[in-house]
């Protein structure tokens, strides 16, 4: 335990279960809600091993022992209602929930059931079902599940002692986890073992999954035996806010074997959630930069005249939508590649549409969210989008929406800027402060991933850079406002960017100056067709 960790039990001043530890933040905490790991079967809040001090870095985090597991008393039931009841009574009022194996199994039902306590939720060698049946046949056979429960029954030590060989088994680091596992003092109560034993068996959590209404993350290792990787592709179908990682080279327990790999998903995931758009301060920000958008916005519309020759001519096209269309720029440049066809131009701006509609003359305009469509079902023959699906807060929700509307065999065309633009304003802004200053981007990665899940198949993503100069940062900053492109984080204080925090990042940013006396910013490209 490190020196910064005090029990809550042994705090006055909290009244807090003494079922949790209290790692805390030793940085600027900018999440909205702690951090809370909630560990599996067979095991104490140990297994976490070092990732709950990793985690504090970033954010304050709590340890809970399960009921008869470390300090946490037993209960007099265990079914699953009383198990969520006890969670009801023991976690802060509003958490990210971290859950191991059962633990994740728990954290899934609890969220389910009490959708406003929960942030996020983040699941780690979870399935829907600890033991398959006829439905669900991804998870470990009921007869291999039955022989365990009577193993137990018959000797709890020899039980724990195969546990921990099937908990490392398959991993890269097998044998020093096992000696690891083996040597770790666990402290339990042997019936609320069992009865929680007997609770894996039982729990489904297939309808639960299914009707999570919070941002979820599940990670698998791609060698765990007791958990199935099979069973991560259908737990992510199951529901558009869950996303799904698999790690390469793990067993059950990857917190142990590769704990930089779990600490940078879960970081990343908790940045996601930190990071939300506000989609009315992004619509009124490109409002009123409407009647000055096209002047600046040169890069975009060659990139976006780039994207409109990459357009499958092979498929036919007789409708097609501009999504986030922003000015209508190309929307007559769409019309008389395909003449035949119907164009329509979508944004999220009503500011934005009636400059497109003054400017651009006859035209179909629509105002909406690229999230949730007015459109019907197979509808569209080709969406094309030019730098504007970045403002959305759900790619797999946007993922999702994308594939309805498509019909059978109708195309994708998309360019957004990846997670390398702007770097060097990142950069500046990072030696001044920790706040949130330039928007977050979402990597190739991240794109395949939510095409994927959503059934989109030939997935071809192209990333490029390219490098615009500027004279002054009070330019770019200039310039990023006019095309409405600075910052629209929800989250954001409004107090970021006084005088003196101003005179700091021109200060930083001079670093970058170039022998040419020029001030880069890069921009990331991201390319991406896809078919459905």
Same mark, same amino acid.
């Given at each position: 335990?490190?020196?910064?960790?005090?029990?809550?039990?042994?705090?006055?001043?909290?009244?807090?279960?003494? &079922?949790?530890?209290?790692?805390?933040?030793?940085? @600027?905490?900018?999440?909205?809600?702690?951090?809370?790991?909630?560990?599996?079967?067979?095991?104490?809040?140990?297994?976490?091993?070092?990732?709950?001090?990793?985690?504090?870095?970033?954010?304050?985090?709590?340890?809970?022992?399960?009921?008869?597991?470390?300090?946490?008393?037993?209960?007099?039931?265990?079914?699953?209602?009383?198990?969520? &009841?006890?969670?009801?009574?023991?976690?802060?009022?509003?958490?990210?929930?971290?859950?191991?194996?059962?633990?994740?199994?728990?954290?899934?039902?609890?969220?389910?059931?009490?959708?406003?306590?929960? &942030?996020?939720?983040?699941?780690?060698?979870?399935?829907?079902?600890?033991?398959?049946?006829?439905?669900?046949?991804?998870?470990?056979?009921?007869?291999?599940?039955?022989?365990?429960?009577?193993?137990?029954?018959?000797?709890?030590?020899?039980?724990?002692?195969?546990?921990?060989?099937?908990?490392?088994?398959?991993?890269?680091?097998?044998?020093?986890?096992?000696?690891?596992?083996?040597?770790?003092?666990?402290?339990?109560?042997?019936?609320?073992?069992?009865?929680?034993?007997?609770?894996?068996?039982?729990?489904?959590?297939?309808?639960?999954?299914?009707?999570?209404?919070?941002?979820?993350?599940?990670?698998?290792?791609?060698?765990?035996?007791?958990?199935?990787?099979?069973?991560?592709?259908?737990?992510?179908?199951?529901? +558009?806010?869950?996303?799904?990682?698999? @790690?390469?080279? &793990?067993?059950?327990?990857?917190?142990?074997?590769?704990?930089?790999?779990?600490?940078?998903?879960?970081?990343?995931?908790?940045?996601?959630?930190?990071?939300?758009?506000?989609?009315?301060?992004?619509?009124?920000?490109?409002?009123?930069?409407? +009647?000055?958008?096209?002047?600046?916005?040169?890069?975009?519309?060659?990139?976006?005249?780039?994207?409109?020759?990459?357009?499958?001519?092979?498929?036919?096209?007789?409708?097609? @939508?501009?999504?986030?269309?922003?000015?209508?720029?190309?929307? +007559?440049?769409?019309?008389?590649?395909?003449?035949?066809?119907?164009?329509?131009?979508?944004?999220?701006?009503?500011?934005?549409?009636?400059?497109?509609?003054?400017?651009?003359?006859?035209?179909?305009?629509?105002?909406?969210?690229?999230?949730?469509?007015?459109?019907?079902?197979?509808?569209?023959?080709?969406?094309?989008?030019?730098?504007?699906?970045?403002?959305?807060?759900?790619?797999?929700?946007?993922?999702?929406?994308?594939?309805?509307?498509?019909?059978?065999?109708?195309?994708?065309?998309?360019?957004?800027?990846?997670?390398?633009?702007?770097?060097?304003?990142?950069?500046?802004?990072?030696?001044?402060?920790?706040?949130?200053?330039?928007?977050?981007?979402?990597?190739?990665?991240?794109?395949?991933?939510?095409?994927?899940?959503?059934?989109?198949?030939?997935?071809?993503?192209?990333?490029?850079?390219?490098?615009?100069?500027?004279?002054?940062?009070?330019?770019?900053?200039?310039?990023?406002?006019?095309?409405?492109?600075?910052?629209?984080?929800?989250?954001?204080?409004?107090?970021?960017?006084?005088?003196?925090?101003?005179?700091?990042?021109?200060?930083?940013?001079?670093?970058?100056?170039?022998?040419?006396?020029?001030?880069?910013?890069?921009?990331?490209?991201?390319?991406?067709?896809?078919?459905?």
């Amino acid at each position: 335990m490190s020196q910064g960790v005090t029990c809550l039990s042994e705090s006055p001043a909290t009244q807090l279960s003494a &079922a949790l530890t209290h790692y805390p933040c030793c940085n @600027i905490n900018l999440l909205p809600a702690p951090v809370v790991l909630l560990h599996g079967w067979g095991a104490d809040s140990q297994i976490w091993q070092t990732l709950p001090d990793r985690l504090s870095q970033r954010a304050d985090v709590f340890t809970a022992d399960l009921p008869g597991f470390g300090a946490s008393p037993a209960l007099r039931g265990y079914a699953l209602a009383d198990l969520l &009841a006890w969670l009801d009574q023991t976690l802060p009022q509003r958490c990210f929930l971290m859950g191991l194996s059962l633990g994740g199994m728990l954290a899934c039902a609890f969220a389910a059931a009490y959708p406003q306590r929960i &942030a996020g939720l983040i699941t780690l060698a979870s399935n829907s079902r600890f033991s398959a049946d006829t439905d669900a046949n991804t998870a470990m056979p009921s007869a291999q599940y039955q022989q365990f429960l009577a193993g137990w029954q018959n000797s709890s030590a020899d039980c724990l002692s195969r546990f921990c060989a099937l908990q490392a088994q398959g991993d890269t680091q097998q044998r020093s986890l096992l000696r690891l596992l083996r040597a770790m003092p666990v402290v339990m109560d042997e019936s609320s073992a069992g009865s929680l034993l007997r609770l894996l068996g039982s729990i489904d959590n297939r309808d639960a999954l299914s009707h999570l209404a919070s941002p979820t993350l599940a990670i698998f290792g791609d060698r765990d035996p007791l958990v199935p990787v099979a069973c991560a592709e259908p737990i992510g179908r199951l529901n +558009p806010l869950i996303e799904v990682a698999v @790690i390469d080279g &793990a067993g059950h327990l990857p917190q142990i074997s590769q704990p930089d790999r779990v600490e940078a998903l879960i970081v990343e995931f908790l940045q996601r959630q930190q990071y939300r758009l506000d989609k009315e301060k992004v619509a009124e920000s490109f409002g009123r930069a409407a +009647p000055r958008y096209d002047a600046a916005a040169q890069l975009q519309h060659r990139v976006g005249e780039q994207l409109i020759a990459d357009i499958d001519r092979s498929i036919p096209v007789e409708r097609i @939508i501009d999504l986030g269309c922003g000015t209508g720029y190309h929307c +007559p440049q769409l019309q008389r590649a395909f003449p035949a066809a119907q164009v329509v131009g979508v944004d999220l701006s009503e500011a934005m549409l009636a400059h497109a509609a003054s400017s651009r003359g006859a035209g179909c305009w629509l105002c909406a969210d690229a999230e949730r469509l007015p459109l019907a079902d197979h509808s569209q023959d080709c969406i094309f989008s030019n730098f504007a699906l970045q403002w959305c807060t759900d790619l797999t929700t946007l993922a999702g929406e994308l594939y309805r509307v498509l019909k059978p065999s109708g195309q994708l065309r998309i360019v957004v800027p990846g997670p390398a633009t702007l770097i060097e304003l990142r950069s500046a802004w990072a030696s001044v402060d920790n706040h949130v200053h330039v928007n977050h981007f979402a990597s190739a990665d991240d794109w395949r991933r939510v095409l994927w899940i959503a059934g989109f198949q030939r997935v071809e993503i192209r990333s490029e850079k390219t490098v615009e100069q500027h004279q002054t940062v009070r330019e770019l900053l200039l310039e990023l406002k006019t095309i409405g492109a600075h910052n629209n984080n929800s989250g954001k204080p409004t107090t970021l960017t006084g005088k003196q925090q101003l005179k700091a990042l021109y200060t930083a940013y001079e670093r970058f100056r170039t022998v040419q006396d020029h001030l880069p910013a890069t921009w990331e490209i991201l390319s991406l067709s896809a078919y459905k």
